[in-house]
């Protein structure tokens, strides 16, 4: 899925406004117990794989069934319908990913759900810190009653801890990986040119 970042539309308006009370941003960090350059590498083959995409699939589908439980059944009228992923890219020693999802909300419109950035890290010794930093947008409810604040945060804290937690440990356990791995010396991140 390597296509390009859509422009940004809020519940549905086509348009920006600058007005959105109903967002979350997220700023969660993980440790990894992995060299940088091979963390890279693993991360660059999951995303080809298409790793982030079920991933991402499984963790909105955490945070509806989260929100049902403090919402009601209606909150379970929500789907997620295309996950954008930008290819691996390197900024001085960090690399990462751009995310978009796009989800369907019960009254059949299509709504950005998560903006977020994917990011590793290069730590001390053999040491990568894996960070998701964005803004989430909870499935609005009927009629545009959407979600309090904390049923908000709630429902953005269980979908962005659940898609750090599974790409960490797709990174920490690369024998899932080891089929698509080629032999040889594990790359480094590109360097930019001048």
């Keep these: 899925m390597d296509r390009d970042l859509r422009p940004l539309h809020v519940r549905g308006s086509g348009l920006w406004t600058g007005a959105v009370t109903d967002r979350v941003v997220v700023d969660v960090r993980v440790a990894l117990d992995a ?6 590498a693993r991360l660059r083959i999951l995303v080809h794989g298409g790793m982030l995409s079920r991933a991402s699939e499984a963790a909105y589908g955490e945070g509806v069934t989260d929100l049902v439980k403090l919402a009601g059944p209606a909150a379970g009228l929500t789907r997620l319908a295309d996950v954008y992923v930008e290819d691996l890219t390197e900024t ?7 995310l978009q999802w796009d989800a369907i909300s019960a009254d059949g419109r299509l709504f950005t759900t998560l903006l977020a950035d994917l990011t590793l890290i290069p730590g001390e010794g053999q ?3 894996l960070t998701l930093t964005g803004t989430c947008w909870p499935p609005p409810g009927q009629a545009g009653a959407g979600p309090d604040q904390a049923m908000a945060r709630r429902w953005a804290t269980a979908v962005s801890g659940s898609l750090l937690n ?13 089929g698509h791995a080629r032999p040889g010396p594990v790359p480094g991140p590109r360097r930019p040119t001048s």
């Design 92 to 98: 001085g020693d960090r690399a990462h990913i751009a």
């Design 127 to 129: 040491t990568t810190a």
């Design 35 to 40: 060299d940088p350059r091979a963390a890279w």
């Design 166 to 178: 599974t790409v960490a440990c797709e990174l920490a356990h690369p024998a899932g990986t080891a």
